[in-house]
């Protein structure tokens, strides 16, 4: 099936500091969607990329659809403890929004 | 409105039982999803529906069994329980397209 590659797997970094994490696929995908994942519960979509080299802000947070339609970013500015989680990157490529194909996941650690 | 819920959050299952594993909706969404999530890995999806009466496999089915009589609920069945199936599921739905996929608390499944 389709992979997609996600890193860095793990990050433990400063409150106040920026983070980056990206995706790369092997294959094209439609859409791109950056989920946050607390401990014990579902994902939560943050940003969802639905054209390529689109540009999307929400918050601190800003992802980008690549122009190759094979990789996408989310940074996150001036982190606070709160942002800690499991950050997930998933690719829909018919666009149905029900077939997702997710990232290993980024576990994000903040120290305050 | 409770959005997506999942049914029971735990369960330990001895190899070869079986069981089904509850989901419903009452935000009147046409698509469902199944996913599972192994520990450190993201979700990889088993099954899902573009609605009632429809249902297709994903890209983990083998094990796995649904159906979708009502809109509100997609049961999964797990009809002989094995160790390999040991991991986190969550259940999803959408009303398709570039609409929000809206995930479950998840249940987690133990099978000795």
């Known amino acids: 099936g389709q992979q997609l590659n996600q890193s860095p797997q793990s990050m433990f970094i400063q409150e106040g500091e920026d983070v980056s994490m990206n995706c790369t696929s092997s294959?094209?995908?439609?859409?791109w969607l950056w989920y946050k994942q607390d401990p014990g519960e579902g994902p939560v979509l943050l940003i969802a990329l639905y054209k390529a080299g689109e540009l999307t802000s929400n918050g601190r947070l800003t992802a980008q659809f690549g122009i190759t339609r094979k990789d996408s970013f989310l940074n996150i500015s001036a982190s606070i403890p709160s942002d800690v989680g499991i950050y997930f990157c998933a690719g829909d490529f018919n666009n149905a929004g029900n077939m997702l194909t997710f990232g290993g996941g980024t576990r994000l650690m903040v120290k305050p | 409105n409770a959005g997506v819920t999942q049914t029971p959050k735990f369960q330990v299952l001895k190899t070869g039982q079986s069981m089904t594993l509850q989901c419903a909706q009452d935000m009147n969404h046409e698509y469902m999803s199944w996913y599972r999530q192994d520990p450190g890995m993201g979700l990889r999806l088993i099954h899902y529906?573009?609605?009632?009466?429809?249902?297709d496999q994903g890209e983990v089915p083998n094990g796995y069994n649904v159906s979708r009589s009502t809109t509100e609920d997609f049961p999964l069945r797990l009809l002989s329980a094995a160790p390999s199936q040991t991991s986190v599921y969550f259940c999803?739905?959408?009303?398709?397209?570039?609409?929000?996929?809206?995930f479950g608390p998840g249940t987690r499944l133990l099978v000795l």
């Open positions: 529906s573009v609605g009632a009466g429809i249902t």
């Open positions: 999803a739905s959408s009303t398709g397209g570039r609409e929000t996929q809206y």
């Open positions: 294959s094209i995908f439609n859409t």
